[in-house]
Nanobody, 118 residues
Framework: QVQLVESGGGLVQAGGSLRLSCAAS????????MGWYRRGPGKQRELVAD???????NYADSVKGRFTISRDNAKDIVYLQMNSLEAEDTAVYYC????????????WGQGTQVTVSS
């Protein structure tokens, strides 16, 4: 069973930066895809960015050019560097992982709050 533990959320002023981290543990098998989702106040959960172990990335249009996802494959840690933060980025950010072990399995972190003050 994979556990995902996030860190790095907090309060920041608009225009500022934060970096989120998510470490996967509990499995000897690599987590194939890791990424970030978010749920803002009154909004549905949405994909922010994800990254495969091979390095392919996918970003939401709203964060392209501002957020960068990266990954330490050896440690199964994924990072989300968030720059030029806007009030609309305020949300709970969830780490997400997908692992193939005969079938695809999904895992979620507990969430970390990011609040951007305008």
């Amino acid at each position: 069973q994979v556990q995902l533990v996030e860190s790095g959320g907090g309060l920041v002023q608009a225009g500022g930066s934060l970096r989120l981290s998510c470490a996967a543990s509990g499995s000897i098998f690599r987590v194939n895809e890791m990424g970030w989702y978010r749920r803002g106040p009154g909004k549905q959960r949405e994909l922010v960015a994800d990254m495969t172990v091979g390095g392919s990335t996918n970003y939401a249009d709203s964060v392209k050019g501002r957020f960068t996802i990266s990954r330490d494959n050896a440690k199964d840690i994924v990072y989300l560097q968030m720059n030029s933060l806007e009030a609309e980025d305020t949300a709970v950010y969830y780490c997400h992982g997908r692992q193939f072990r005969g079938t695809w399995r999904e895992y979620w972190g507990q969430g970390t709050q990011v609040t951007v003050s305008s």
